[in-house]
């Protein structure tokens, strides 16, 4: 990552997003720092995802703008994406390809020596016993931990999490959480949007309520979230 495209802060500002007559989102305003694990946590369909996908430069608001440090996307160009690593849904794994192989294709589009970060990188994920299998045999949480270093290869500032939790067992939870906690102590900006709320009371140190695309609350994550979530959001 350069000096040029280095930022500490992402400012969400006033952003709404429309997809024809259904509202996404509707001017929501959020500020995530250096060291922070945000969770944004909301119903389906509360506009969780489609805000990380505007975070990721992959969908544009309808109105409202983010900022990188004090940047704009369009000052920062295509360079942006060096500094974002997403994890969403879809896991952008190909199974016909072996674990290290996954890897080894990230890592050669980021321009990373692959000989020094895949080990470590499968190593992290768990997988240094099944490297060369092919994904397609993988269990989902093995998928889920792949994909997760897969999005983290290239030590982005901002790491943004769409249900990373999906198929793991209480072990990966642990591997994952701890890792998550370590990119935040690293500097790194982290959000992560879950529909749970026991995770997200551990992990989060900070918890953004968001209900049909509308962000009803922004705070610290302190102990009793799922009543102020309930309280906020509704029933869980």
């Given at each position: 990552m350069?000096?040029?495209?280095?930022?500490?802060?992402v400012?969400?500002?006033?952003v709404s997003r429309h997809?024809g007559?259904?509202r996404?989102l509707?001017?929501?305003?959020?500020?995530?720092?250096?060291?922070?694990?945000v969770g944004?946590?909301?119903?389906?369909?509360a506009?969780?995802?489609?805000?990380?996908?505007?975070?990721a430069?992959?969908t544009t608001?309808?109105?409202?703008?983010?900022?990188?440090?004090d940047r704009?996307?369009?000052?920062l160009?295509?360079?942006?994406?060096?500094c974002?690593?997403?994890l969403?849904?879809e896991l952008?794994?190909y199974?016909?390809?072996s674990a290290?192989?996954n890897?080894?294709?990230?890592a050669?589009?980021?321009?990373?020596?692959?000989?020094?970060?895949v080990?470590?990188?499968?190593?992290?994920?768990g997988?240094?016993?099944?490297a060369?299998?092919?994904?397609?045999e993988?269990?989902r949480?093995?998928?889920?931990r792949?994909?997760?270093?897969?999005?983290?290869?290239?030590?982005?500032?901002?790491?943004l999490?769409?249900e990373?939790?999906?198929?793991?067992?209480?072990?990966?939870?642990h591997l994952?959480s701890?890792?998550?906690?370590?990119?935040?102590a690293?500097?790194?900006?982290?959000?992560?949007a879950?529909?749970?709320?026991?995770?997200?009371?551990?992990?989060a140190?900070?918890?953004?309520?968001?209900?049909?695309?509308?962000?009803i609350?922004d705070e610290?994550?302190?102990?009793?979230?799922?009543?102020?979530?309930r309280?906020?959001?509704g029933?869980?």
């Amino acid at each position: 990552m350069t000096a040029s495209v280095d930022f500490d802060s992402v400012q969400i500002l006033d952003v709404s997003r429309h997809f024809g007559r259904r509202r996404a989102l509707s001017r929501i305003s959020l500020t995530a720092r250096a060291g922070e694990i945000v969770g944004l946590l909301g119903p389906n369909g509360a506009g969780k995802s489609t805000l990380l996908s505007i975070l990721a430069t992959l969908t544009t608001p309808s109105t409202g703008e983010v900022r990188y440090g004090d940047r704009r996307p369009r000052d920062l160009g295509a360079s942006l994406r060096t500094c974002i690593g997403l994890l969403a849904h879809e896991l952008f794994l190909y199974p016909e390809l072996s674990a290290r192989q996954n890897l080894a294709f990230f890592a050669d589009l980021y321009g990373i020596d692959a000989g020094a970060a895949v080990p470590a990188a499968l190593d992290r994920a768990g997988l240094g016993t099944r490297a060369d299998d092919a994904v397609s045999e993988f269990s989902r949480g093995m998928r889920q931990r792949l994909a997760l270093e897969r999005a983290l290869l290239h030590r982005p500032r901002l790491v943004l999490l769409d249900e990373p939790f999906t198929g793991l067992d209480d072990e990966a939870v642990h591997l994952v959480s701890a890792r998550l906690r370590q990119l935040a102590a690293d500097g790194a900006i982290v959000m992560v949007a879950t529909h749970d709320l026991e995770l997200a009371e551990g992990l989060a140190t900070r918890v953004a309520f968001v209900r049909d695309g509308r962000l009803i609350a922004d705070e610290p994550a302190t102990p009793g979230l799922r009543a102020r979530y309930r309280r906020a959001v509704g029933s869980v």
